[in-house]
């Protein structure tokens, strides 16, 4: 089903002719991993999964090409085969009547690529082979500053509804939702940076390789110091509330990193397309304007598979979907903005205490402070590799053990991608 959100309608405002196309899909895996942030092990918390269908903590762009199929294609359920690249994004919960945290399941997801915003493109107009980048910021629990002539946000949280549409303020979850059953239902979207450095990534320091335009975050210039521009990513996940009606308490959503503001959404996106796709797709006289990718030409689509058929397995075996006590991990529910960082709890373990060091907490604070929207530059320089203690509960079905479980680890060391 093609979708019908604010954002396609707000897609080409401003633009004789958009240069544009939407991926449609499903997920893969539901995991508590994190290739990018969080390679070779367990992560901090759960993500759901989409695109290229063999990933896992080790995955690379080597790896992802690998793949036999994509849980992301055309509107009519073909995967695409050009594209093996993997997008994820955190969780949602939702806390049941009984006390105890239910996953809210996705139903669709749709994946924007847009030649968007001003600056020196990238020649070729593509991705370089390797990259890999995140959107947002997980430890954010309040809305950031805007300006008159900026009044975009990063994330988006809109229940669509009948007869009308309940968006949360400022890219906040919305208040008083209990159903949302008109496409695409239960709706929270981001919008990625598109504006490359021209380095490669650096684990030490994740964001800094991309920023955000300057004003509109995807029709503004580049910065200085990020001026080369690349494909602008927007992406929505549709959430099946409808599912749970009524088995939940209203106005209890939480990311699965401890988030009960919405604010905190963040994605991710690793790169895996073939070389010289993407260049004729977004640019030139032969360049895609639709809203199904399967309207385009260039890429060919598995007419022998749908996408939902793409899957793979968590290769971590803990209960991600709940009835849970508490988040899978570490991840204490807090509104404290921003909020303190903490190390990845070992496999099946929910709840536990956040035992951060003051100097990360010294360190998430300055990330908060230069996280505008005003420039959206992701300049943070969070180190999650840090080792913390903390005291956790074990849990089988909904019965809770107490247990203490202490999780060392040596800071992981800065990968290379092939630009």
């Not at 004003?215 to 602008?232: K, M, Q």
């Not at 505008?372 to 300049?379: D, F, Q």
Request: hydrophobic residues 30%; proline residues 6%; aromatic residues 10%.
């Amino acid at each position: 089903m093609k979708t019908t959100s604010a954002a396609l309608l707000a897609l080409t405002a401003g633009s004789a002719s958009a240069q544009f196309f939407v991926l449609y899909g499903r997920d893969t895996v539901v995991s508590r991993i994190d290739p990018i942030i969080s390679p070779g092990g367990i992560g901090m918390h759960a993500h759901e999964f989409m695109g290229a269908g063999n990933i896992d903590q080790n995955s690379d762009y080597d790896s992802l090409q690998k793949s036999t199929c994509s849980s992301v294609g055309r509107a009519n359920g073909n995967p695409i085969i050009e594209d093996k690249s993997a997008y994820w994004h955190p969780t949602l919960y939702v806390k049941a009547n009984n006390g105890t945290y239910l996953r809210v399941p996705t139903n669709g997801h749709q994946i924007y690529y847009i030649n968007a915003g001003t600056g020196q493109m990238r020649e070729p107009f593509e991705f370089p082979k390797g990259f890999r980048m995140t959107a947002g910021n997980a430890y954010i629990r309040a809305a950031q500053e805007h300006t008159p002539t900026n009044k975009d946000d990063i994330t988006q949280w809109i229940c669509h509804q009948s007869p009308s549409w309940n968006q949360g303020t400022q890219g906040g979850f919305p208040k008083g939702v209990t159903s949302c059953s008109q496409y695409p239902y239960f709706n929270g979207a981001i919008e990625f940076p598109h504006c490359w450095n021209g380095k490669d990534f650096n684990l030490n320091s994740p964001y800094s390789h991309v920023a955000y335009p300057v004003g509109d975050i995807r029709n503004g210039a580049c910065p200085d110091t990020h001026p080369i521009r690349l494909p602008h990513l927007f992406m929505e996940n549709n959430y099946d509330l409808s599912s749970l009606e009524g088995q939940f308490e209203v106005d209890s959503f939480v990311l699965s990193n401890g988030d009960p503001t919405g604010y905190g959404f963040h994605a991710d996106f690793f790169n895996g397309w073939q070389e010289g796709v993407l260049p004729d797709l977004l640019s030139g006289s032969n360049a895609c304007d639709s809203h199904d990718v399967g309207d385009c030409s260039g890429v060919t689509f598995d007419s022998s598979m749908n996408w939902a058929q793409c899957t793979t397995t968590n290769n971590f075996s803990e209960d991600l979907d709940g009835p849970l006590s508490a988040l899978p991990g570490c991840n204490a529910i807090t509104t404290v903005n921003p909020a303190p960082q903490c190390k990845a709890c070992a496999v099946g373990v929910v709840g536990g205490q956040c035992n951060a060091p003051s100097s990360m907490t010294t360190s998430t604070k300055k990330a908060s402070s230069t996280f505008k929207t005003t420039t959206k530059a992701a300049s943070s320089t969070m180190q999650t590799w840090q080792t913390t203690t903390t005291t956790t509960r074990t849990v089988t079905s909904t019965t809770t053990q107490q247990s203490t479980t202490t999780v060392t680890s040596d800071a992981p060391k800065s990968t290379d991608c092939d630009y």
